[in-house]
């Protein structure tokens, strides 16, 4: 779904998501008079694509389980995007992921999930390579550096943009496991705030991020993360629903294998953590087929030991393009996501 135009009377206006962000995107002139703006404000219409659906966090004996299942409301939306980050640290990307402006003017103005692994570069050191460390010592100055794009690209955002009260602009779930540490799991939201400043003109402003420990977790003995972007949707039966009550080949399996046979039941009662990921992956994988049908669906495992690696490789419609800028030296270090910004 782009946020490109205001709220639409179709499927989608029940999320309030589709938002205004220049009048000339429905061809009416709603900008202040010439005279009160400068030539750095007369900018063309920018669009931000959503990676938007279902994504399930799942802690085994010896790792971690990761899934995403994409919304699909049109065919160019994103679904949610993994980013592995270092061999035990996953980011996945909700929310305005993909800034552009379109044509005739076209220009990639921002691809949230390929900017993430330079920023952390940034922090760590310009790391050559995936490594054994880890990469989130610091999670708020993570969160402060992805602020940043994240402003850069809103600034041109000068008409009303109408956003649902419980709805981040952008979502990250940060996720750390490694050998001989608990799994954990933080989200950054990042939330619009707008200024009205004179005639259907204003000044757009991204909140420094919201940190919420998700695990270990604070209030309650829950081991498992399964969140939906946007909000809502809960009528759609997600991953855990679908591992409380196995269907298809998978039962067979279940059946005559005394091994997943026990690791079934380990899930059943909410305690996935007891199963070895060479037991979990299968019934999880199992689980994501019936719960995402025929809409996009990613799988990544982080093995506490050997560490990440993709189950389920996310489409190629899905991965951030080819950087149109300067191209970076051969010898420039890379995290295997092609960098890309402005």
Known sequence: MHLDGPIRASRHAALAVCVL?????????????????????RVT??????????????????????????????????PPLIVPVSSHDVVVVLGAADWFVPPPRS????????????L???INGNKPSLNSEPAFENLDEFGLAVLEPLRQAARS???RVRMPQDVPLTELLVIHQEEGSSLGVWDLSYWLRQTFLQENFWDTEIERPAYNQLLPSKKDASETVEIRYP???????GVLHW?????????????????LAKAERDVVAGKPYKTHLAQLVPLVQAALDSAAGARTKVMAVIDGHSGFSWVIAPPASARPPASAGPKRPASAPTLHVTPHGF
């Open 21 to 41: 962000f220049l009048a000339g995107a429905i061809g009416t002139k709603a900008a202040p008079p010439q005279s009160s703006i400068s030539e750095s404000e």
């Open 45 to 78: 219409e920018v669009v931000a694509t959503l990676a938007s659906g279902q994504v399930a966090v799942l802690p085994a004996h010896d790792g971690v389980v990761i899934t995403a299942i994409g919304n699909e409301f049109e065919p160019d939306d994103l």
């Open 107 to 118: 220009r990639t103005l921002l691809r949230l999930d390929a900017r993430i692994p330079r």
């Open 120 to 122: 952390l570069h940034g």
């Open 157 to 159: 955002l000068h008409a």
């Open 231 to 237: 909000p809502g949707n809960a009528a759609t039966p």
């Open 243 to 259: 591992l409380d009550q196995p269907t298809g080949p998978i039962v067979q399996e279940i059946e005559t294998d005394p091994k």
